[in-house]
């Protein structure tokens, strides 16, 4: 039998099928994705800046990040400072001065600045705050947390660092 006999149920010869149309399906998947990207900023992107809640996966997923980045980057260096009186009122004369203004007298997050804030300022004495090891403390003071108002100390020298750790740590 001759092969240019043979034909499909169709009747199309199988050497003139037409090839699947790539560049068609390759536009699709590029205006799909240039849709998205138009919805993202014209519709997510003001949605997320305008609410002023956190919402629960947001704390979720941004505690989550602040440990792993501290954890990683900070080391296991734990406070050489012992927490007697001096220690404690040189960590709370930095904290008046810096700290303050945030996170409260009492370290709550409840400063006078707070409200303005998105991401609110951590509470300070909360389990969370106070379960991150000394060398996680001193990494965040020392460089800050991107994304939030907790700007970065890098002027005050390491004395300075661990004596606002100690403090923090008597924050109840």
């Known amino acids: 039998m001759n092969k240019k006999a043979v034909s499909r149920s169709n009747g199309a010869n199988p050497d003139t099928r037409q090839p699947f149309p790539t560049r068609i399906f390759i536009l699709g998947i590029v205006a799909g994705i240039v849709l998205m990207a138009l919805l993202g900023m014209f519709v997510a992107a003001p ?4 609410h002023r809640a956190e919402l629960p996966l947001e704390r979720a997923f941004g505690g989550l990040a602040v440990n792993i980045i501290s954890s990683v980057s900070s080391g296991s260096t734990v406070n050489p400072l ?20 945030c996170h409260g007298d009492k370290g709550d997050g409840r400063g006078k600045l707070a409200n303005g804030y998105y991401p609110p300022p951590a509470n ?7 379960g991150k090891s000394d060398a996680q403390l001193f990494w965040i003071v020392r460089h800050g947390l991107s994304f939030t108002a907790m700007s970065a100390y890098p002027d005050l020298d390491d004395q300075q660092v661990w004596s606002l750790v100690a403090y923090i740590r008597s924050l109840k």
């Open 47 to 50: 949605l997320a800046l305008a």
């Open 82 to 101: 012992s927490a007697n009186d001096k220690t404690l009122g040189d960590g709370g004369d930095l904290f008046a001065n810096n700290c303050s203004n």
């Open 124 to 130: 300070l004495t909360a389990a969370n705050t106070q």
